[in-house]
């Protein structure tokens, strides 16, 4: 037991709850020591801490290395690599605490980090789990400081990048605590299904967070509880497109099983237009090749408060003739066959002859001039596409478990987003798109103070 406590820790002391620590772990060996020392320096009695590491099958030494240097760490020593979601809930399936915490091996953490945890955890009999304020490594800036989500998924980290100041040091509910450096109840996590295998990576701590608040329960924000974190640390040799993948169709994922009837039926065809304005953007595809010199009224040409456009690779898609055809494919078809008949649209693209080259954009390979070269980026939103055709039916199942357990109504939580209806993409033409489908199809008014 340390030596030097508060009082009002003396006076918990005896009836905290037992916590298992998880540190998932693939190939971070490099951070193991600074994340495992700081563990050892937990305000926290030693008798009620299980630490865990799960190994997902790494090739660097570090299970060796935990058993050379932390005999009293608990190891669980995966066959292969299972992704963050399953990896974590094998870990949370044999661990024997009644609360779990989780903890990125990239991290360390402040003495008073557990302890603050618990304490807010146990204030309120209604919340299921909460997260740590993270910091960057250098402790001058916020990582972490609660949970936020755009319409359609894309999970945001409140301040991040921000200075870290007290205006980050208020405890408050938040849609989601992050994954890498949260507490939550052990059976509360089992009984909501814990982290969605199938997301592998990403995401899955505002899938959970949203379906916990979904189910009746709470999610806070500790800001007492500090950690200090590498970026990326253990993702930076995972290559963007392919954690682009992940983002894509978890996001997408996401918004399939949270939302209620009414809500998902506005938000649904938007954010399936918003992932093909994704591709065609990224594709860089010049429409005047393909045009025939046939010529129409976009949307935003028609739009009086729409600011002036020149040719870009955006103004005809969204054309209120696409709009129209790709929402009548989606309601009598699925979202199968209007992601299959964009596909085959690109693919006839890239089976075009094209006779000029397009810098930055779509390329053109000399030696093959039947042949578009579509930048990787585009592919990679086609691939989460697919996946989300692949896995449609099996996540409208999970939809079903959760829609039919909820306690709390989407008026209750969509407060919690905060920045529902922010774009997360760079192109002026796509955050013009974006703010003309909440419009269309009547979303920027569920969210309305």
Request: charged residues 20%; contains cysteine.
């Amino acid at each position: 037991m340390p030596k030097a406590l508060l009082q009002e820790d003396e006076l918990i002391w005896p009836s905290l709850p037992f916590v298992s620590v998880i540190i998932l772990n693939y190939n971070t060996c490099e951070y193991l020591e600074t994340c495992f020392h700081s563990l050892q320096q937990l305000v926290y009695p030693v008798d009620r801490l299980e630490l865990i590491l799960v190994d997902n099958a790494s090739t660097d030494q570090s299970v060796a290395y935990v058993q050379a240097h932390f005999a009293n760490i608990k190891l669980i020593v995966n066959d292969k690599n299972y992704g963050f979601s399953r990896g974590n809930n094998i870990g949370a399936g044999k661990a024997t605490g009644e609360l779990i915490a989780f903890l990125n091996p990239d991290m360390r953490v402040e003495p008073r980090w557990l302890i603050e945890l618990v304490k807010l955890l146990l204030t309120d009999a209604k919340a299921a789990a909460a997260g740590s304020k993270i910091l960057s490594w250098d402790g001058k800036q916020i990582d972490f400081a609660g949970g936020a989500a755009n319409f359609y998924g894309y999970g945001y980290q409140v301040g991040w990048g921000q200075e870290a100041t007290v205006a980050f040091d208020q405890a408050k509910p938040t849609l989601f605590a992050c994954g890498g450096a949260m507490l939550i109840h052990r059976h509360l996590f089992l009984e909501v299904g814990g982290f969605d295998e199938d997301f592998f990576a990403y995401y899955e701590d505002l899938d959970l967070g949203w379906r916990v608040w979904v189910l009746g329960y709470k999610v806070l924000l500790a800001p007492a509880s500090i950690t200090y974190h590498h970026h990326h640390g253990s993702w930076k040799k995972v290559d963007s497109e392919k954690r682009r993948v992940l983002y894509e169709r978890n996001a997408f994922f996401t918004m399939l099983k949270n939302y209620d009837e009414i809500n998902l039926n506005k938000v649904l065809p938007a954010a399936l237009l918003l992932l093909l304005k994704r591709i065609y953007l990224a594709a860089g595809i010049d429409d005047d090749l393909f045009r025939l010199g046939i010529q129409f009224q976009t949307w935003e040409a028609s739009s009086a408060s729409a600011a002036p456009q020149s040719k870009n690779v955006a103004s005809a898609y969204i054309s209120s003739y696409y709009l129209k055809e790709a929402w009548r494919t989606l309601i009598n078809d699925g979202p199968g066959p209007l992601y299959a008949k964009f596909k085959a649209e690109l693919t006839r693209r890239r089976q075009t002859r094209l006779r000029t080259q397009l810098p930055g954009r779509m390329q053109i390979d000399p030696n093959l001039p039947d042949k578009a070269l579509i930048p990787t980026q585009a592919l990679s939103y086609v691939v989460a596409g697919n996946d989300i055709i692949s896995l449609y039916e099996k996540m409208l199942k999970k939809r079903a478990f959760i829609q039919a357990r909820r306690r709390r109504s989407d008026g209750e939580i969509l407060n919690l987003f905060g920045q529902a209806l922010d774009f997360s993409e760079l192109w002026p033409e796509y955050k013009q798109t974006q703010t003309y489908l909440t419009h269309l199809f009547g979303i920027d008014t569920i969210f309305e103070s």
